[in-house]
């Protein structure tokens, strides 16, 4: 099974700041990979999917990018909502569709 | 509205089967595949099964494989997990989600995205004695 190797698994940061998560891939995925934001007790949302593309409705501050089997999401500016936990997941070729192990951004 | 509400959740002992269900409504439920994730307390997400949208193709991971079902009756819009000897590390909040797929095509050749665009707000399994 592809493994996914998420980092940091925590990140403290302040509104206005520019941050980004970084996930690898133990082997190719193409740009089979997707960003999921989670709040405290609600469901994941989807933010971006084949590694750079925007789903409807999240706002363009949000970005996803690749480098090889290393993906990042970037937020350009933090505002007061993003602070929550963010899971990359690669879906390529046949499941299981892992998860990577989470970052939680906090406030400074 | 796309909506999925998931049911089914409580406390059970070890060795014990339990049922969950998900209910679709405001999109063709038929048109899509469908998948189980849950998340243990304070955990991360743990992706565990994968159905096709006719029910012909299924997968699970490893953790759950032998002990899980996973199926769907697209006549009543409504995905199942039925679970057998669980166990305490089983408790969870089990969410269903929908899989959307986009067609791409790089240097690499066609192919499909696939990920979990709309997601139920999750049931909660306690297995404990």
């Known amino acids: 099974d592809i493994q996914m190797t998420q980092f940091p698994s925590s990140l403290s940061a302040s509104v206005g700041d520019r941050v980004t998560i970084t996930c690898r891939a133990s082997q190719n995925i193409r740009s089979n990979l997707n960003w999921y934001q989670q709040k405290p007790g609600e469901a994941p949302k989807l933010l971006i999917y084949g590694a750079s593309a925007l789903q409807s409705g999240v706002p363009s501050r949000f970005s996803g990018s690749e480098s090889g089997t290393d993906f990042s999401l970037t937020i350009s500016s933090l505002q007061p909502e993003d602070f929550a936990t963010y899971y990359c997941q690669q879906s390529y070729s046949t499941p299981p569709y892992t998860f990577g192990q989470g970052t939680k951004l906090e406030i400074k | 509205q796309e909506q999925l509400v998931e049911s089914g959740g409580g406390l059970v002992k070890p060795g014990r089967s339990l049922r969950l269900s998900c209910a679709a409504s405001?999109?063709?439920?038929?048109?899509?595949?469908m998948t189980w994730i849950r998340q243990a307390p304070g955990k991360g997400l743990e992706w565990i099964s994968y159905?096709?949208?006719?029910?012909?193709?299924?997968y699970y991971a490893d953790s759950v494989k032998g002990r899980f079902t996973i199926s769907r009756d697209n006549a009543k819009n409504s995905l199942y997990l039925q679970m057998n000897s669980l166990r305490a590390d089983d408790t969870a909040v089990y969410f269903c989600?929908?899989?959307?797929?986009?067609?791409?095509?790089?240097?690499?050749?066609?192919?499909?995205?696939?990920?979990?665009?709309?997601w139920g707000k999750g049931t909660t399994v306690t297995v404990s004695s």
């Open positions: 989600a929908r899989g959307e797929r986009s067609f791409y095509y790089d240097s690499s050749g066609a192919d499909y995205f696939y990920y979990m665009d709309v």
């Open positions: 159905i096709s949208s006719s029910g012909s193709a299924i």
């Open positions: 405001g999109f063709i439920f038929s048109d899509y595949y």
